[in-house]
């Protein structure tokens, strides 16, 4: 079965520290990878997917077919950045639906 | 912005009473899901939905739980008779066509089971 593992329930960080917040998939073909965020109280949200290659609010994702992960980046955390976040995959059969991982809970510390 | 609605935001029950979850998506969306999350737990997929039936069902999608889109607007989650493990948030998704499209959430529904 396709897994997505966040190794770290909480990251809790100092403002202004770099932060990274693991996951690592099984492995399968060529994974549809995202990153989805849950600011307090708010709907999940779409941060980040692999295929773009973009950077959202300072946040960078890099695809390591070898390592099978994709670590969420940020050089310099902001207070704004508390949140949870998912690591998904979608699975590539018929409906594309989301794997999700557990969840890391960032908490930036003023 | 268009935004997926789900009502309500937070349902309590009976066990085995029947509750009805309601989604709303986005318009011209074509894809529709259901996912849960129960407390501490990661988001699991229940079921997909397209062109008017479901494509995809997990095992936890029994007989007890069923999906409608009974008027062109909104996409319900049915569960028959209700069980103390089925308290939950239950989150639905909605997606515009295609592979690689981000998946549209809603702010969820929590319900308790009593």
């Known amino acids: 079965a396709q897994r997505v593992t966040q190794p770290e329930k909480l990251l809790s960080v100092f403002k202004g520290a770099p932060v990274e917040l693991k996951c690592n998939y099984s492995?399968?073909?060529?994974?549809?990878l995202f990153w989805y965020v849950q600011y307090s109280r708010q709907r999940l949200q779409l941060l980040l997917r692999?295929?773009s290659r973009e950077s959202i609010k300072g946040f960078t994702a890099d695809l390591n077919k070898g390592e099978t992960s994709f670590h969420l980046k940020k050089p310099f955390a902001q207070e704004e950045d508390s949140a949870m976040y998912y690591c998904?995959?979608?699975?590539?059969?018929?409906?594309?639906?989301?794997?999700f991982g557990t969840g890391t809970l960032l908490a930036v510390q003023p | 912005e268009p935004e997926v609605t789900q009502t309500p935001s937070h349902q309590v029950t009976q066990m085995g009473q029947e509750v009805i979850l309601r989604c709303v998506p986005i318009?011209?969306?074509?894809?529709f899901y259901w996912y849960r999350q129960i407390l501490g737990q990661k988001v699991e997929f229940l079921v997909s939905?397209?062109?008017?039936?479901?494509?995809?069902k997990s095992e936890i999608f029994d007989d007890q739980f069923s999906v409608e889109r009974p008027d062109g607007s909104n996409f319900t989650l049915k569960i028959r008779s209700t069980k103390l493990e089925d308290s939950a948030m239950y989150f639905c998704?909605?997606?515009?066509?295609?592979?690689?499209?981000?998946?549209?959430f809603g702010p969820g529904t929590r319900l308790t089971v009593l």
């Open positions: 998904a995959r979608a699975d590539g059969g018929a409906t594309n639906k989301l794997i």
């Open positions: 492995y399968s073909g060529s994974p549809e």
């Open positions: 692999h295929i």
């Open positions: 318009s011209n969306h074509l894809y």
């Open positions: 939905f397209y062109n008017n039936e479901i494509s995809e």
């Open positions: 998704a909605s997606v515009p066509s295609g592979y690689g499209n981000e998946q549209f």
